[in-house]
């Protein structure tokens, strides 16, 4: 399947689903403290994305056995709840979660503290989003897919940190993944010119050390191979002739 360009309906309903998925965010992000489980935030999130009639695109995805991806510390992605899994004072948490609202989908991820951080974790935390938002300055209209993986990546190392290479943003619409693939480093080339309507989940995955990762004997969660720590920041966005907008993001929420 190639790129799809979304009609004004489309939109409409991605913008709903956006519009929950910030709102799951933002409930997640309210209950989480040392003392609860990975578990836990699985359950809530899963309540709140049911409470607006919709359903946790990640549930059953190529087999995923959970609604949420709950990563710790060192793990990048993927990671799986767990109520054994205990969060602690000093963890960072990512939190990545997608939902189908009639029809189309919606992805999103944040990084957070548990109780009081490190002032360089939160440093990689902030970094992180930063270079989301510095990414999404090349993403409109005209311009092509790979400004946004250059921006991404040059602003990720010019502050001493690494992109993972291994796993990549991508398009997403009725499918959670749909072309084109979002690399948050530069391949050779620019990349596909961007269009009106396209719909990108842009995802910036960042390590305090090197990019390499592997993957846990789970089959799904993804750990930095130094053992560093890493955060991961997400939002479904939506090209347009100016500023792109931001589908899952609202800016009093987080
Ligand atoms: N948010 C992830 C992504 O962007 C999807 C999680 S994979 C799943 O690719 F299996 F957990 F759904
Ligand atoms: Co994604």
């Excluded at 607006?52 to 087999?63: A, E, T």
Aim: a negative charge.
């Amino acid at each position: 399947m190639s790129v799809t360009i979304k009609s004004e309906h489309e939109i409409e309903l991605m913008r709903e689903a956006g519009r929950i998925l910030s709102i799951v965010h933002d409930e997640m992000g309210k209950i989480i403290r040392p003392g609860i489980s990975t578990m836990d935030i699985n359950r809530k999130g899963e309540e709140v994305i049911r409470s607006f009639g919709c359903i946790p695109s990640f549930l059953n995805y190529q087999g995923y056995p959970a609604s949420i991806c709950v990563s710790v510390n060192d793990e990048v992605v993927h990671g799986i709840p767990d109520k054994r899994h205990i969060l602690k004072e000093g963890d960072i948490v990512s939190l990545d979660a997608g939902v189908i609202y009639k029809g189309y989908q919606s992805d999103a991820a944040r990084t957070h503290a548990v109780g009081k951080i490190s002032e360089e974790d939160q440093r990689l935390i902030d970094i992180t989003k930063q270079s989301f938002f510095e990414g999404i300055k090349y993403a409109r209209a005209g311009n092509h897919l790979f400004d946004i993986s250059k921006t991404i990546q040059d602003f990720v190392e010019d502050n001493g940190y690494s992109v993972v290479r291994d796993l990549v943003g991508h398009g997403i619409g009725r499918k959670l993944h749909e072309e084109p693939q979002v690399p948050n480093f530069k391949p050779i080339g620019r990349g596909m010119k961007l269009r009106v309507g396209m719909t990108l989940a842009i995802e910036p995955m960042v390590n305090a050390g090197a990019y390499d990762v592997w993957m846990l004997e789970d089959d799904w969660t993804v750990v930095t191979k130094d053992s560093t720590k890493s955060a991961h920041y997400e939002n479904t966005v939506l090209i347009t002739d100016g500023e792109p907008e931001l589908l899952s993001y609202n800016k009093d929420l987080l």
